[in-house]
T-cell receptor, first 116, second 113 residues
């Protein structure tokens, strides 16, 4: 069965610290997609990244970077030099290609608080 | 990516009434979905809105409680019927555009008294 686990419920850091949000997933499919979304206090869900299961290259986008490791079924998200505006709930999600018709399985979310 | 709007953005409703939420997309999309996010919780898929046919519901969600319409490729509605306080949630529609990239609308915050 498919599952996404974000073990960190809440993280609090001081501005300019680096922070890593963990995501571990379970799936029986060999083809799947992994996502990260940001949900600020306004409630809107903001798409950050999609990674397919055949692409294990790490990705960097500005202060954001993602580390995908199939060997440990993890897709971790690092924010470098965090800012107050990064404060939000971050969700990791899994989509299986063949059986789920686009359905996203979400982790429980990690609430990040960045203090000035 | 597609631009998605939802109406209403929030509402406060009385127990036993129904609310219809609209989702409008600025381009034609094949896949549209409805999710629920209960307070302090993660998102759960309610159903896939299929154009021209009945929606496909996830386990635990039924058509009588959450009827969905999808009259065309840019619009869908979700009705929350016979509401109770347990239905207080954020309801979000999403679309796949491009394929395998799923974007969400701003959500509808529903409070049931």
């Amino acid at each position: 069965a498919q599952k996404v686990t974000q073990a960190q419920t809440e993280i609090s850091v001081v501005e300019k610290e680096d922070v890593t949000l963990d995501c571990v997933y379970e799936t029986r499919d060999t083809t799947y997609y992994l996502f990260w979304y940001k949900q600020p206090p306004s409630g809107e869900l903001v798409f950050l990244i999609r990674r397919n299961s055949f692409d294990e290259q790490n990705e960097i986008s500005g202060r954001y970077s993602w580390n995908f490791q199939k060997s440990t079924s993890s897709f971790n998200f690092t924010i470098t030099a965090s800012q107050v505006v990064d404060s939000a709930v971050y969700f990791c999600a899994l989509s299986e290609v063949y059986n789920q018709g686009g359905k996203l399985i979400f982790g429980q979310g990690t609430e990040l608080s960045v203090k000035p | 990516s597609a631009v998605i709007s939802q109406k209403p953005s929030r509402d406060i409703c009385q127990r036993g009434t129904s609310l219809t939420i609209q989702c409008q997309v600025d381009s034609q999309v094949t896949m549209m979905f409805w999710y629920r996010q209960q307070p302090g919780q993660s998102l759960t898929l309610i159903a896939t809105a299929n154009q021209g046919s009945e929606a496909t519901y996830e386990s635990g969600f039924v058509i009588d409680k959450f009827p969905i319409s999808r009259p065309n490729l840019t619009f869908s509605t979700l009705t929350v019927s016979n509401m109770s306080p347990e239905d207080s949630s954020i309801y979000l529609c999403s679309v796949e555009d491009p394929p395998k990239e799923q974007f969400f609308g701003p959500g509808t915050r529903l409070t049931v008294l």
